[in-house]
């Protein structure tokens, strides 16, 4: 499974930035979509996930300014991302969790992709 994480750049306080992830090579309308962050000196952190039925799943600070959806048909997966602050800045990941589990855990997540570099000028 490959997994292509694109949408990120530079972006004002305020604004709103959508991220994709566009999966291949394995049944994708089967597994959990997950997003994590990361910035320097930092854990890899969650941020939200999806399972295959449509029911999701939030990092509590971020809930209300992010929201995660897919389209299984085409193996997407989105994050929507408004009111972006400063500090949420970071390299975003898309992951892919083969059980279709719903999970915060990131060692639970089977595939990752590359991710996409956000930057959130003050």
């Known amino acids: 499974v490959q997994l292509q994480a694109s949408g990120g750049g530079l972006v004002q306080a305020g604004g709103s930035l959508r991220l994709s992830c566009a999966a291949s090579?394995?049944?994708?309308?089967?597994?959990?979509m997950g997003w994590f962050r990361q910035s320097p000196g930092k854990e890899r952190e969650f941020v939200a996930a999806i399972r295959r039925d449509g029911i999701t799943y939030y990092a509590d600070s971020l809930k209300g300014r992010f929201t995660i959806s897919r389209d299984s048909a085409n193996n997407m997966a989105y994050l929507q991302m408004n009111g972006l602050k400063p500090e949420d800045a970071a390299v975003y990941y898309c992951?892919?969790?083969?059980?279709?589990?719903?999970?915060?855990?990131?060692?639970?997540?089977?595939?990752w992709g590359q991710g996409t570099e956000v930057t959130v000028s003050s």
């Open positions: 992951a892919a969790e083969r059980q279709g589990h719903l999970t915060r855990n990131r060692y639970e997540y089977d595939y």
């Open positions: 090579g394995g049944t994708f309308r089967s597994y959990a």
